[in-house]
């Protein structure tokens, strides 16, 4: 073979349609594009415009709430777990990561991780990392003598504070307002008696 044998193989690449070519080529005139119009016109972007009028995505109701902080993870039983051991697809003598999971060709998809679910058994001593297991499972693992690390710790609740009833509010400011007018008191009281005490000494 020379360097001006080499070429595609036939149909990989396909010509562009070329328009504005005369009527007889199919696509003169209007080029493919319909007649006249806004529509026929380059750099128009009409996303769900219906003419001035409520366009359907906000006359129809809204319902329901998509999470955006919300994780997917691939779900992996136990049984399936067991099932992949007994065929040599993992080796339970290392310890057994999402990775070799994947490369196993047991979980496809893992967006966010992997999650282990407690259904059907398992019989086999392992040591398992994840992203995420229910309860059962880890006492099922470390009841066989394993070990399980689950890689994404739980979320920790914020603490609030108490709502404060208003009738508590008026206690509280009750009690910080009640020294105050003992003070004021004790001061009337001085003042009364500076003032028998110079009109004594007149």
């Known amino acids: ?20 070519r005369g009527i007889g080529s199919g696509k003169g005139k209007t080029a493919g594009r319909g007649h006249k119009g806004q529509k026929s016109r380059s750099g128009v972007a009409i996303k769900g415009f219906e003419g001035g009028q409520m366009p359907i995505h906000m006359r129809l109701p809204k319902r329901g709430f998509n999470n955006f902080t919300r994780k997917e993870f691939a779900e ?19 310890p057994i990561t999402e990775k070799e999971i994947n490369e196993a060709g047991i ?21 398992i990392s994840l992203s995420k297991a229910t309860k059962s499972c880890v006492k099922i693992i470390e009841s066989l003598g394993g070990k399980i690390e689950v890689l994404e710790q739980p979320k920790v609740k914020r603490v609030r504070k108490k709502n404060i009833l208003p009738i508590e509010k008026k206690e509280i ?9 003992d003070n004021k008191e004790i001061k009337n009281k001085e003042v009364a008696e500076s003032s028998t005490q110079e009109t004594a000494d007149k």
Do not use: C, Y
Request: positive net charge; charged residues 35%; hydrophobic residues 30%.
């Open 1 to 20: 073979m020379r360097l001006n044998e080499l070429r595609d193989n036939p149909n990989a690449r396909k010509t562009r349609t070329r328009v504005g």
């Open 173 to 181: 400011k009750a009690e910080t307002e009640s020294p105050s007018q």
């Open 76 to 94: 992996l039983t136990l049984g399936n777990l067991q099932n992949a051991i007994k065929k040599g697809l993992i080796d339970v003598s290392k």
């Open 107 to 127: 979980v496809k998809k893992s967006k966010d991780g992997i999650k282990l679910l407690n259904k059907g058994e398992i019989q086999e001593k392992i040591e």
